[in-house]
């Protein structure tokens, strides 16, 4: 086993930049939820910002820790409950204008993890901020709502692991072995399907990582921040309305939609078809 130490520090820039600049105004007096909040690092820079924060987080061990830093802190915008996010919901919690779901959605199974991504819509006045691993290479695929969503099943606990074992764990799920982890593009469709209009990836500031002794500079591999708006469907003139392709999902191997890979076999059919089975078959080695 190893212990590395990792600085995250960037990616607290990255949250609370993207934050300020998606809202375009002061947060005084919004609302904001951090979803799995732990000691509320996040929760307490928006409230330093003047937002109203609520952060719910499961174990107990991290409210009492928040809820001290908020004594020390004398902070009276920010309140923490303990509570599992699978419990979200609008009559409970009423709504919030910002949602923050950092490092939390991939500690979920399915379709629990389905059912947050929709609560989470139905908690947001505006937007919505969801920083997660996904699936590099999908194994496995479920349903949920008659919609099919692609990822791979990941071991959060090992298999028989005691209650008392799992709440240890400080930062992984509450309870459930295995949790869900969706690819970009299942990622991107759950998000549509539950009503968001636009979603964006934040992508600068970079939120890289400082490793070890040496501080050695680290990008996260398989991991995204999204930015989910709830905004108001748009709809286009008559003359160009066709509804069924307002709706278009993304393919799960976007590579073998590429316009310009199809442009490319189109204008030469013979080597078109030849490269494109020929792709096809490296791809199962090479991908
Ligand atoms: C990886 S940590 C992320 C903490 C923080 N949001 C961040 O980004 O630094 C995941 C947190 O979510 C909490 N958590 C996991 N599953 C949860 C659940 N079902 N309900 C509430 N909290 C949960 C964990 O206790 C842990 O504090």
């Not at 409950?81 to 709504?95: A, F, I, S």
């Not at 006045?125 to 699936?135: C, G, K, L, P, S």
């Not at 209650?163 to 549509?192: C, H, M, P, V």
């Not at 204008?267 to 792709?279: L, M």
Request: proline share 3%; charged share 25%; aromatic share 10%.
């Amino acid at each position: 086993m190893y212990n590395v130490e990792i600085d995250t520090s960037a990616m607290m820039r990255r949250t609370v930049q993207t934050v300020c600049d998606i809202a375009r105004r002061p947060l005084t007096g919004l609302r904001v939820l951090d979803l799995g909040c732990a000691h509320g690092h996040y929760a307490f820079e928006m409230a330093k910002l003047g937002a109203l924060v609520l952060g719910i987080e499961g174990r107990e061990t991290w409210v009492k820790q928040a809820n001290r830093t908020r004594q020390e802190e004398s902070r009276t915008n920010v309140e923490f409950v303990q509570d599992d996010v699978r419990n979200l919901g609008k009559e409970k919690y009423g709504e919030f204008d910002i949602v923050l779901c950092l490092g939390l959605l991939y500690h979920l199974d399915a379709p629990d993890v389905f059912n947050l991504v929709n609560n989470i819509f139905e908690v947001c006045r505006d937007f919505a901020v969801i920083e997660t691993h996904f699936a590099a290479k999908p194994t496995g695929m479920q349903t949920w709502r008659g919609k099919q969503y692609w990822g791979a099943s990941i071991q959060e606990h090992a298999a028989g692991a005691s209650a008392k074992g799992k709440l240890k764990r400080a930062g992984a799920s509450l309870d459930n072995e295995k949790s869900f982890w969706l690819t970009k593009s299942s990622l991107y469709n759950i998000l549509q399907h539950v009503g968001f209009t636009s979603v964006y990836e934040s992508r600068i500031p970079v939120g890289n990582l400082y490793i070890g002794p040496d501080s050695a500079f680290k990008i996260w591999g398989h991991r995204t921040m999204l930015v989910a708006i709830k905004g108001g469907p748009q709809s286009l003139r008559d003359s160009l309305e066709i509804p069924a392709r307002l709706k278009a999902d993304w393919p799960e191997t976007p590579a073998d939609y590429q316009f310009e890979q199809y442009l490319y076999e189109h204008q030469s059919p013979v080597i078109g078809k030849i490269t494109g089975r020929v792709r096809r078959f490296l791809r199962r080695f090479v991908v």
